[in-house]
């Protein structure tokens, strides 16, 4: 009886909230994502992303985790006190089609030293395995001022 009444509780917080269920996960997923790549650190990144990636940067290229994960073979987490830009994600939102978690946000990244920022259009396609949401596909865009 006590863990009907937390289920219902739990969905009774979502309901009030405007979240639906699942889309808190999503933006918590993110914001680790985000904290792991300001850090560089590669295991962030291999939890994060989908095996089949498909990945579209915002200079325009294409490619997969493979790839992506290449470029961080051997890489170990900058310290936080080392960082130079911190990305974080502004206005997120998710919408959800058959138990797909689609995405959009802006990705924000500030130079601790300059205070300099650049933002970027993002979206994200998400998927439920693995007791985590996953990233299968991913798009950048750099947002026109």
Do not use: C
Not at 63 to 78: C, D, I, Q, V, Y
Not at 84 to 92: A, E, G, L, R
Not at 94 to 117: C, P, S
Not at 125 to 143: L, P
């Amino acid at each position: 009886m006590r863990l009907l009444v937390m289920v219902l509780m739990v969905f009774g917080l979502f309901a009030s909230s405007g979240l639906k269920a699942g889309e808190d996960e999503i933006f918590v997923a993110v914001d680790r994502f985000l904290y792991g790549a300001s850090v560089g650190d590669a295991s962030i990144h291999d939890e994060f992303w989908a095996e089949e990636l498909i990945y579209t940067s915002s200079n325009g290229t294409r490619f997969g985790k493979a790839e992506l994960m290449a470029g961080m073979e051997g890489r170990e987490p900058t310290p936080d006190e080392d960082v130079t830009v911190w990305y974080h994600s502004d206005y997120p939102h998710v919408n959800y089609v058959d138990g797909v978690g689609i995405l959009n946000f802006v990705l924000v990244a500030r130079n601790k030293e300059t205070g300099d920022e650049e933002r970027f259009l993002n979206s994200g396609v998400f998927v439920f395995r693995d007791m985590r949401w996953q990233a299968i596909n991913w798009h950048a865009t750099r947002k026109q001022d």
